[in-house]
Every structure is written in structure tokens, then in C-alpha cells.
């Protein structure tokens, strides 16, 4: 077994350490950018200094709008980091004055340990508001780190995995009656040079997927989507479902379902005040990979966690969140959530559920959409903590 890698010493759950230039400088940034918000809520500028603010502001949108975001971070399993990212809402048809714009996404990144990461993601809304398409390609190579599978895993099993993968999912859908509609998904993925250590549980228990595999899915997908804004909703619901099925006339290399559920519901008790509040949970069965098991953590859910440490058949989590205008294009936000994962239903007792909190800056990249650029700071008990950068709401 190799040594515990550093981000997991001493945690009873994963931590990402930051560098300690980036850990001296979060709280630096945070601190100086609430101050300017603050201050500025307390003083009344010259009209001169608000107009030149919006004038710039406004040119910086405009060039957004052209120029991808350099992405330069650090994290202790990838080292430095460095990339290009890309976001733009856009309406095919300028026909079209009714639809929700579309999206966009592009993101590429490289490390110095080796990470690859290449994506694109876009959302289609078509002939107004009838058709969704959602899709998103991704290419990466990097290691994950696993503490086995279950919920009450040990730190004394943590290891490193390697995985590249290729992977297309799409979902298509119709409206049916007003906010609801309906369609097909589709998954597809290649899982290849599956890299772990000797003495891994992978090989030891000869995990399902251990030597990779190709997924080809396909199921139904359902949505009932109220919101007034897909990447920034202020109020309404999402209600999204999607079943998938794996079978071997399709070519995939095991047979397994996976059933995923996604609701959501914005309040705003006054002004641009948001509250937010998400519950999701996946199920899977049949003979599942290590690698599509359900997983906990991310960018988006259980903010803090590193997605994929903890992992199993089942998972459920949930998340309510504070969205607060500060001054102009800033905002602030805060959030706690709670999830676990287990291997059936009936094993999702109170005591495993883990502990996710933080909070995060927006600034608004695209006034037209009312659309934010959002850095967050997630953790949890014991150190759990993570940095994320990216654009549009976590939900």
C-alpha cells in the first residue's frame, strides 16, 4: 500500500491543501473585496465615479464576451495548474425573442503532475423554449483518489488512481405541457489505462471495472423547469429525472442501471435576495464499474469533499444556500449541505451523513442574463475544505 497521499492526513475525509501562497492570498482577496462592497454601501461615490464604473464595466462584458479566463490554481494532488476557460449565452435564432438564452462552455487544463482535462458543454434551447438539448464532451486524464467503497470507509485504505476517459452524454427533450418536458439520454464513455497500485483493492478484490470498460447508455430523461433563470434563478423550480440502461447489445462492457433525481426550489423574500435549496440522490444496480458508482463531493454538490473519495451504490445529499447582493456586479454567498452514500436505501442511517458549509463571491460577468462568475471556498469537520472556480450558480 503506498504512503497516505498529503491530502489526507490527518482528516477523517479528504483534504485539498491549497499552496501556501494561494491559502495567504484567499483570504487577503476576500477580505479586500468585501471591504470595497461594504464601504461602498456606506458612502455615496460622486455620480462621475458610479458612470465611469459602469462604462468600464460594461467594456469588460464586451470582452468577456471574446477572450477565454485564464485559469492559473494549485492543488497539492496536481500541482500547478494552468488553462483557458470560456463561457457565453447566446440565442441561435435571433428570431427567436421568446426562448432562455443557450450555453456555452468551454474549459481546457494542465498540469504539472500530468492532469489533462478538456470540456465542452453547451445547453440548447430551441423554437421558443420547446426543445432542450444538454450535452457535454470530456476528455481527462488525472489520478482520483479513493478510500474504498462505502460511506465508513478507512483513511487506512486511501489510495491513488489513474483513469483517462472519454465521455459524450446528451439529453433531449420536448416540451410536453407547459415547464414539463420530456425525452431520450444518452451516455456514452471509454474508461482506459486504469492505473492503481499492487496491493489496491481494486486488483485484491477484482473490482468491477478495474481494467476499464465502454459504457453505452440509453433511457429517458424528464424535466419540470419554472425557473426564471437557468444559470441564475431568482425563483421557481427544477424537478429532472434521468433512467439509464446499460445493456451488452448496446456494447457496453457491464450491464447496470443508474436512476438519478435532481430537485430544486428558488424563494426570493425580497429585493435580489435568493434562497436556494437542492436535494439529489442516484441509484444504481446491476454489475456497476468503480467508476460510475454514485459519488459524492465536487464543484457542485457537498462543496469541500473531493468527488469520487467516497462512493457506492446509492447516494443522497442536500444543500440550502444564501444568495445576497452586496454592491453593483459583487455578491456574496453562503451555504451548508449534508450527504452520504451507502449500498442500498435502507442503509442511509442519520449518523454516516457528513457536513458541507461555506461560502463564495459572485460577480456578475453578463448583465443582459444576469449571469456570475462565482468563486467558493467549501469544507467540512476535521479540515475538509476545497477552492472553486467557474461560472453560473453551484444549482
Known amino acids: 500500500m503506498q504512503a497516505l497521499h498529503p491530502i489526507l492526513r490527518g482528516v477523517p475525509s479528504l483534504r485539498i491543501k491549497l499552496h501556501p501562497i494561494v491559502k495567504n492570498i484567499c483570504p487577503l482577496v476576500f477580505g479586500i473585496l468585501l471591504w470595497q462592497t461594504a464601504a461602498a454601501q456606506t458612502t455615496t461615490p460622486p455620480q462621475d465615479t458610479v458612470s465611469s464604473f459602469d462604462k468600464f464595466n460594461r467594456k469588460a462584458e464586451a470582452l468577456f464576451k471574446i477572450i477565454p479566463v485564464p485559469i492559473i490554481t494549485y492543488s497539492s494532488e496536481a500541482g500547478n495548474i494552468f488553462g483557458l476557460a470560456k463561457f457565453n449565452l447566446f440565442h441561435p435564432s435571433k428570431k427567436d425573442t421568446i426562448s432562455r438564452p443557450s450555453k456555452l462552455s468551454e474549459v481546457v487544463s494542465f498540469s504539472t503532475k500530468g492532469r489533462v482535462n478538456v470540456s465542452v458543454s453547451n445547453d440548447l434551447i430551441l423554437h421558443e423554449n420547446k426543445y432542450m438539448i444538454l450535452s457535454y464532451f470530456n476528455y481527462k486524464k488525472q489520478p482520483e483518489y479513493l478510500l474504498g467503497i462505502g460511506n465508513d470507509v478507512s483513511l487506512d485504505n486511501a489510495e491513488q488512481v489513474t483513469i483517462n476517459r472519454i465521455k459524450f452524454f446528451s439529453t433531449a427533450m420536448v416540451r410536453v405541457k407547459k415547464f414539463v418536458y420530456a425525452g431520450i439520454a444518452l451516455d456514452v464513455a471509454d474508461y482506459f489505462k486504469v492505473e492503481a497500485d499492487s496491493n489496491s483493492f481494486l486488483i485484491r478484490d477484482n473490482v468491477t471495472g478495474l481494467h476499464g470498460g465502454t459504457d453505452v447508455g440509453l433511457g429517458a430523461a424528464f424535466a419540470l423547469d419554472s425557473r426564471d433563470n437557468r444559470y441564475n434563478a431568482y425563483k421557481?423550480?427544477?424537478?429532472?429525472?434521468?433512467?439509464?440502461?446499460?445493456?451488452?447489445?448496446?456494447?457496453?462492457?457491464?450491464?447496470?442501471?443508474?436512476?438519478?433525481?435532481?430537485?430544486?426550489?428558488?424563494?426570493?423574500?425580497?429585493?435580489?435576495?435568493?434562497?436556494?435549496?437542492?436535494?439529489?440522490?442516484?441509484?444504481?444496480?446491476?454489475?456497476?464499474?468503480?467508476?460510475?458508482?454514485?459519488?459524492?463531493?465536487?464543484?457542485?454538490?457537498?462543496?469541500?469533499?473531493?468527488?469520487?473519495?467516497?462512493?457506492?451504490?446509492?447516494?443522497?445529499?442536500?444543500?440550502?444556500?444564501?444568495?445576497?447582493?452586496?454592491?453593483?456586479?459583487?455578491g456574496i454567498t453562503t451555504w451548508i449541505g449534508t450527504g452520504r452514500v451507502a449500498d442500498q436505501y435502507n442503509n442511509l442511517s442519520l449518523d454516516g451523513f457528513r457536513l458541507s458549509f461555506g461560502g463564495g463571491i459572485r460577480v456578475r460577468v453578463d448583465t443582459k442574463n444576469n449571469t456570475n462568475l462565482r468563486l467558493d471556498m467549501g469544507f467540512g469537520p476535521g479540515g475538509v475544505s476545497g477552492f472553486y472556480f467557474n461560472f453560473a450558480e453551484a444549482f
Open 236 to 330: 421557481g423550480e427544477l424537478l429532472l429525472a434521468t433512467v439509464l440502461f446499460y445493456p451488452e447489445w448496446l456494447g457496453s462492457s457491464f450491464q447496470f442501471a443508474s436512476v438519478s433525481l435532481d430537485a430544486r426550489k428558488y424563494y426570493n423574500p425580497w429585493f435580489k435576495h435568493v434562497i436556494a435549496v437542492q436535494a439529489t440522490t442516484t441509484y444504481t444496480s446491476g454489475d456497476v464499474p468503480f467508476y460510475d458508482l454514485a459519488q459524492l463531493g465536487g464543484e457542485d454538490k457537498m462543496r469541500g469533499y473531493y468527488k469520487g473519495a467516497l462512493r457506492d451504490k446509492v447516494l443522497f445529499d442536500a444543500q440550502i444556500e444564501y444568495r445576497m447582493p452586496v454592491w453593483n456586479i459583487f
